[in-house]
Structure formats: C-alpha cells, structure tokens
C-alpha cells in the first residue's frame, strides 16, 4: 500500500471526519433500553421490543415465555407463523425445537435409567439389540450412555447426512462414518449430533415401543407438555409455525429432521413447562429424583471448539451448564434447524427461566437479545452467550471502523492524486511489481477470508453488523485494486 495515499494532506484531512462518522454509526447501532422492575413493565417491554426485532431481523414469528419463581408467569406471540397465510403466532404456535431435543431425550435416559431399564455407565452397544458402532481404532466398549450424553464418547460433530428415524439407523441405511468414533471415549468434548441418534435408538429400546411413544409416556405427558411431539400429527401440523432459510425461503413444517439431535415439536408454553420441572429441583417434575436432575445438571466436562466453547462453560448430560458471574448456575440449551431457532435458559437455584421460539434461520440475534434483557430484569448477571455477543459486536464495529476508515482515506487520496494527474491508472506499468502484486494478493485474502470463512457463522449471530463489515471489506478491497491498477506518474515509462 502506497504510503503516500494514506499520509496525503486528503486522507490526514478526512481521518477525524472518518472517526467522529464511525462514532455516530457504532452508537447507532448499539441498543439500549432500560430495565423494568415488575412483571408486567417487563412484558410490556416485550411485547414493544420483540415486534421492532422481528422486523429488525427479518424474522416471520417468534413466541416467548417465562417463568418466575418456578411457575410459567407469561407466554405471548408475535408476527406471523407463515407470511403466505398470515396466521399470527400465539403463546400455543408449535415450532421445531432442533437441538433442545437433546435435552429431553437426556430426560428420557436418565429417567429409564433410574427404573433399571438402562445403564448410564455400562457400554451402550451391549444393551442394544445387535446394533453396533462402526469399528475403529478406539475402543468402542467404552462408549457409555453418560459419554453419549456429555458428549464426550468420542462421536464426530456432523450435520448432514443424519438419520431421520430410528429406522433408518437400526437398518443401516446411513453414513457409517458419522458413527465412527473419532478420538478415545471420555478424552474431552465433542459436541455430537450421531451421539443423540444412538441414544435415541437406546431410549426407543428401553421403553420397548416406538421412540415418540416412549417421550409421550416419560417425559412429554407426566410433563404436562400436551402439544409437544416427536411425530407430528395432522392436528399439531395446522398449529404449527412454518420455517424459514436466512434467506426467507418458506420451510414445511414436517421438515424430517435427524433423530434424536433433534424432532421434537413444541410450543413456548409447553417448553415452559419443561423449564419449570428443570428449576424443580426438589421433585424434577415427578420425572426424575432430585439427585438424577442434580446429575444431568452437573459439569461433566468443559466445552471444547465454536460455538459451543463461546455458549457456555461445560456441558452437563442433555444441557449446557454456566456458572453466572453471581455464583448462580444456569442450565440451557438452543436449537436449530433449516427453518427455524430457539433456546431456553433456566436457574433452578432461583426459579427462573425463559424460552423464546422463532421460525427463521435468522432468530439467534432475537433470542440472545431476548435472554439478555430477561437476565437483567432477574439481576442474574449476564449469560456467557451475552457477553461474548457483546463482544463479537464489539470486535466487529471495530473492524467495520478499521476497514472503512481505511477504505476512505484510500480512496479520497487516490481520487485526488488521479484528478490532480500525480498519479494513473497503469496496470502493467514495471514500476513496484512486488508491491502492487502485493495489494492484490491481499485484497484476495481479505475477500476470501471474509466471504469464505467469517461472514457465513457471524451473519448467523449479528447480521446486521455482518452485512456492515461486508461493505468495508468490499470497500477495502476495491482500494486494493484500484491502487495495484494505477501508479505514480514520475513512475510510468513514456513515449519519446
């Protein structure tokens, strides 16, 4: 990069415009609200905050609920479960829960566990009927219920590729390397999708019936959770909320997801009334003993690689765990899939907790704003979650400063050295070939890392700062370019 451009009297004269225009836009961007004492001035700030965000974030619908004192005090919906049809989203609207399956499968093991049917800690093959790990160079007799749970057995991550029903799984009709152990067993966290698929096949045989049988009569019904499924009927599927891509692409609402990572169908109001046998922790609901929740709620490992590292400090059986910075502990878990995101949080030593589903691929911003703000109103201390998306927000405004300031400076300098005639375009002039080459390779860099490896997962979390950055790098870029394609005038060879 050409010192001159930047050092120019045009770029020494724009930078503290430059400064004070970033300033304005960073607070622009940062919202801010103020914190209500009583339930009601919270859900009034709800019901304000959540219709601004769905517009904000481009997200159809979204249903919230909380819980106060151990006792669901408030569920509501907001925009629409389908914009074809325009059926507004209630409290009763049924959403994908993806990964929050997890813990209510982990309920359903360690809840067959305790009747004897199942064995947290013996080898997990040796109590399936004939279905086997793939074979690979660890020890597959170590995979345990409990590693499975922990994610800690040693199972890769994987997304694609899963299968959608026990059936599927139990006949061999999937990738038998999603189901090869990839490190030891008990050698630290990998979070495992195929992990949950196993345990599935485990819960289905345990029970001795088909696996949303068994969630029915476990979990789901003693429960209390009427309008939560693991198969979606006809009556729940008119009821429910239809997903949508990042990209607003309509999602069916029997979109067949991996079995056991995720399935299960549910309502705000009903994982609300999960949440309140979480914070039980005397009774468990009357699904588990206090000391079975006390061990699914236990840190078994800390967790390991992103996201999942920045979400939470450890993993507990089915959850993830977070001590708060009070001292207090949370217990959480979200979800995803094609169409839809959502999440819950629970304190069990306080009684607290709050769900929020969305039915777009585009929901994490509104939940992670929606359980900060919840956070606050409780005086719970931030969440893990929140911190680090304040950060990340933080890191990016100034990236997004970096870079454009950058990007300014360039091309204010530049425009005026090629007005003034100091300087022309001259692709292939000889003059600093290394250098020039050099601003190009770096324009590539920055686009393909931006583009290829960064911009994908952050639109995800902060879309709108993803979209900002996005234009300081292709300003930046642009720059590059421009000042590799042109040179200093004394520089460029003439005709005599």
């Not at 914009?83 to 009763?92: F, K, Q, S, Y």
């Not at 939470?312 to 899939?337: I, K, Q």
């Not at 990016?396 to 454009?404: D, H, P, Q, Y």
């Not at 950058?406 to 250098?435: E, H, K």
């Amino acid at each position: 990069m050409p010192v001159g451009l930047v050092t120019s009297r045009w770029g020494r004269w724009l930078l503290p415009f430059v400064a004070a225009a970033l300033g304005v836009v960073a607070g622009w961007l940062v919202p801010g609200a103020a914190q209500p004492a009583s339930l009601e001035e919270y859900t009034d700030g709800v019901a304000a905050r959540v219709p601004e965000r769905l517009e904000r974030d481009e997200v159809p619908g979204a249903a919230v609920a909380v819980v106060v004192d151990g006792q669901l005090a408030w569920a509501d919906g907001f925009g629409v479960a389908d914009h074809e049809t325009g059926i507004p989203v209630t409290a009763d609207t049924v959403f994908q829960a993806g990964s929050i399956s997890k813990s209510l499968i982990a309920w359903a093991t360690v809840a067959l566990a305790e009747e004897g049917s199942v064995d947290l800690d013996a080898p997990v093959e040796a109590q399936l009927d004939g279905w086997q790990l793939s074979e690979s160079s660890y020890p597959t007799q170590q995979v345990t219920p409990r590693r499975l749970l922990a994610h800690t057995a040693g199972l890769p991550f994987a997304i694609g590729g899963l299968p959608t029903s026990t059936e599927q799984l139990r006949g061999g009709q999937v990738d038998r390397e999603l189901f090869t152990l990839e490190r030891e067993p008990g050698e630290g966290f990998v979070y495992s999708n195929p992990g949950f698929s196993v345990l599935a096949l485990l819960v289905e045989e345990a029970g001795d019936a088909p696996l949303p049988e068994v969630m029915d009569e476990v979990v789901l019904g003693p429960l209390g959770m009427d309008d939560s499924t693991f198969a979606l009927d006809a009556s729940l599927a008119e009821r429910a909320a239809t997903g949508h891509t990042a990209d607003g692409e309509p999602v069916p609402v029997d979109w067949p997801a991996p079995v056991g990572a995720s399935g299960l169908h549910t309502t705000s109001v009903d994982l609300a009334r999960f949440v309140e046998a979480t914070v039980d922790v005397d009774a468990g609901g009357g699904v588990l003993a206090a000391e079975a929740l006390a061990e699914l709620h236990r840190p078994h490992v800390d967790t390991a690689g992103v996201p999942h590292a920045l979400m939470a400090d450890a993993s507990g059986l089915g959850h993830f765990v977070e001590t708060l910075p009070n001292g207090e502990r949370a217990v959480a878990h979200a979800g995803e899939e094609e169409g839809w995101v959502g999440g819950y949080v629970a304190v069990p030593a306080t009684g607290d907790g709050i769900v929020v589903l969305t039915n777009s691929r585009r929901g994490y911003p509104l939940l992670i704003d929606e359980a900060a703000t919840w956070a606050d109103w409780r005086e719970l201390d931030s969440l893990r979650l929140t911190r680090v998306s304040d950060g990340l927000a933080t890191a990016l405004r100034g990236v997004i400063g970096l870079l454009a300031g950058t990007g300014l400076v360039l091309l204010v300098a530049l425009a005026s050295d090629l007005i003034n005639g100091r300087r022309r375009l001259a692709p292939w002039a000889p003059a600093r070939r290394v250098a020039r080459l050099a601003q190009l390779a770096a324009a590539g860099v920055l686009v393909a890392t931006w583009w290829g490896v960064l911009a994908p997962p952050l639109a995800t979390f902060v879309p709108r700062l993803t979209h900002w950055t996005s234009a300081a790098v292709a300003l930046l870029a642009a720059m590059l370019v421009a000042s590799a394609a042109s040179a200093p005038t004394r520089d460029i060879p003439t005709d005599r």
